[in-house]
């Protein structure tokens, strides 16, 4: 189905929905009117002329815009509650994508290390997954900027094992699959291990983070090693948790397959959007506003 409002192929049982849904509206984020894993009102914005002129023929004649988004991790992606209707930060991104391109939107909801895959085999026409443009994605995809997203490590409350970037030797570190994190930046972290002799990560792999705070609580992890404002909203709904560092703050970029004419319609989309008021309104919804970025930059790799 299709419509203007989000319209999702889930993948996520209702009782995991439910499930979601009911962490997402206990926390304010503070210096936000929504609370972080709240649904924000719907934000729209009007066709820009010189990107729809830019669309190749057939997205033009389909009308529909098909974006791949991960399943829920509030406050980036969730679904509205006692709905399968995508929102958060990316939807709305998506959203505004659409608008400013005159098309209507069709989310597909999708694991994050299928998306790649389905974007080869022309299932969406691009992804707003907080997907870190590295030299690797880009043999593939070509990358449009839109937020800058930063990593955290997140520990029990308090840091009993003194947990930090420069002390994960050995230790129990829950990753998402196909993540920067565990694709860029855990062979550093592991080849610093080795050249000061010390064991390296003992690596978990998991589809999403509630999986893999789920694997903190029970002791089945150290940490948890991940997208910064994903965990730290997590962090805001149980406090025996907190973030014990972030690093490494850089852009993220929308993903489209290459050679598909879309990179430049929609490079003209978010530099629109980037100048737009909604561009901020959908930042401050879910407070993140110092996330935002100045310029719509194409394929610089990080």
């Known amino acids: 189905m299709t419509t203007r409002t989000r319209a999702c192929a889930g993948i996520a049982t209702a009782l995991v929905v439910a499930a979601l849904m009911s962490a997402c509206s206990q926390s304010e984020a503070p ?12 934000v729209s914005i009007d066709a820009v002329p010189e990107a729809v002129a830019l669309l190749p023929e057939s997205i033009s004649d389909a009308g529909v815009l098909r974006v791949a988004i991960p399943t829920n991790e509030p406050p980036t992606q969730f679904y509205r509650e006692g709905t399968q209707e995508m929102t958060g930060l990316n939807p709305d991104i998506a959203a505004l994508v659409a608008d400013a391109l005159g098309l209507e939107l069709e989310v597909v909801v999708s694991n994050f290390d299928s998306i790649i895959p389905g974007l080869a085999a ?9 997907m870190t ?11 449009v900027e839109y937020v800058n997203m930063g990593s955290a490590l997140v520990v029990p409350t308090g840091n009993p094992d003194r947990i930090a970037f420069d002390a994960l030797c050995g230790k129990r570190v829950a990753v998402l699959t196909g993540s920067y994190q565990l694709t860029v930046q855990i062979p550093d972290l592991d080849a610093a291990c080795t050249a000061a002799g010390q064991d390296p990560l003992e690596i978990q792999q998991f589809q999403d983070t509630r999986q893999a705070i789920s694997s903190l609580a029970s002791d089945r992890s150290d940490v948890v090693y991940a997208d910064g404002p994903i965990l730290s909203y997590a962090t805001l709904q149980n406090p025996d948790f ?6 490494n703050v850089a852009p993220v970029g929308i993903g489209i397959t290459k050679g598909t004419g879309m990179t430049e319609p929609v490079e003209a989309a978010m530099t629109a959007i980037i100048e737009s008021p909604e561009y901020g309104s959908v930042l401050s919804a879910y407070g993140l506003e110092s996330m935002a970025v100045t310029e719509a930059r194409v394929n610089v790799a990080q």
């Open 133 to 143: 443009p590295t030299v690797e994605r880009m043999e593939a995809l070509d990358f």
């Open 31 to 42: 210096g936000s009117e929504t609370g972080a894993g709240e649904a924000a009102e719907p």
């Open 242 to 247: 907190e973030v014990a560092e972030e690093n």
């Open 122 to 130: 022309n299932r969406f026409d691009m992804t707003v997954s907080s």
